[in-house]
């Protein structure tokens, strides 16, 4: 069973840094691309960064552009998100979701999620 | 302000058929496969169609999925109290190179 368990958020001030992970479980994590996508309450979904099996492909959104750094440990089949000068606007619900294999840039399982608050 | 457009709400009784649109451009759904997600309340997105009508294993036939030049739809025949959530279309768009999605319809089942 494919599993994606994230952990790091929590409330943080404006300008300050986290780092969010994923340890990924039930299936051959270095086969696939991850990403991140996260939900502001009560809105809609917006894809923050992608990268690929290898780390060699690496995509954010210009949202997080220059403040957000993605990489992985295959051999800890972990994803991380490192969040750099943070904003009240960077306030949501971050998801881990895996890639699909022949269209990496689409995702098919999600985690449940991890909560970052942005506010002093 | 999301660069797919999805009407904010639709709703339906049970039995009844309901379809969701998803209108983009040429930059994205007019040349990429669309993508619909189903979230149900409290709970993380879950796949539902994928390549415009495709359905993932476990997912009803009363979900169906299509695609015409810039806008796809969503269509959920038989509906049912379960089907209440939220739906959201994704693809990627070319000159942003990356995802993008719609705004979501919440979907009330009457």
């Known amino acids: 069973e494919v599993q994606l368990v994230e952990s790091g958020g929590g409330l943080v001030q404006p300008g300050r840094s986290l780092r969010l992970s994923c340890a990924a479980s039930?299936?051959?994590?270095?086969?696939?691309?991850m990403h991140w996508v996260r939900q502001a309450p009560g809105k809609g979904l917006e894809w923050v960064s992608g990268?690929?099996?290898?780390?060699?492909?690496?995509g954010y959104a210009d949202s997080v552009k220059g403040r957000f750094t993605i990489s992985r440990d295959n051999a800890k089949n972990s994803l991380y998100l490192q969040m750099n000068s943070l904003r009240a606007e960077d306030t949501a619900l971050y998801y881990c979701?895996?890639?699909?294999?022949?269209?990496?840039?689409?995702?098919?399982?999600w985690g449940q999620g991890t909560l970052v608050t942005v506010s002093s | 302000q999301s660069v797919l457009t999805q009407p904010p709400s639709a709703s339906g009784t049970p039995g009844q058929r309901v379809t969701i649109s998803c209108s983009g451009s040429?930059?994205?759904?007019?040349?990429?496969?669309v993508y619909w997600y189903q979230q149900l309340p409290g709970t993380a997105p879950k796949l539902l169609i994928y390549?415009?009508?495709q359905r993932p294993s476990g997912v009803p036939d009363r979900f169906s999925g299509s695609k015409s030049g810039t806008s796809a739809s969503l269509a959920i025949s038989g509906l049912r109290s379960e089907d209440e959530a939220d739906y959201y279309c994704?693809?990627?768009?070319?000159?942003?190179?990356?995802?993008?999605f719609g705004g979501g319809t919440k979907l009330t089942v009457l």
């Open positions: 979701a895996r890639g699909i294999v022949g269209a990496p840039h689409y995702f098919d399982y």
């Open positions: 039930g299936f051959t994590f270095d086969d696939y691309a």
């Open positions: 990268i690929s099996w290898n780390s060699g492909s690496i």
């Open positions: 040429s930059s994205n759904i007019g040349s990429n496969y």
């Open positions: 390549r415009n009508n």
């Open positions: 994704a693809a990627w768009d070319d000159s942003l190179s990356s995802v993008v």
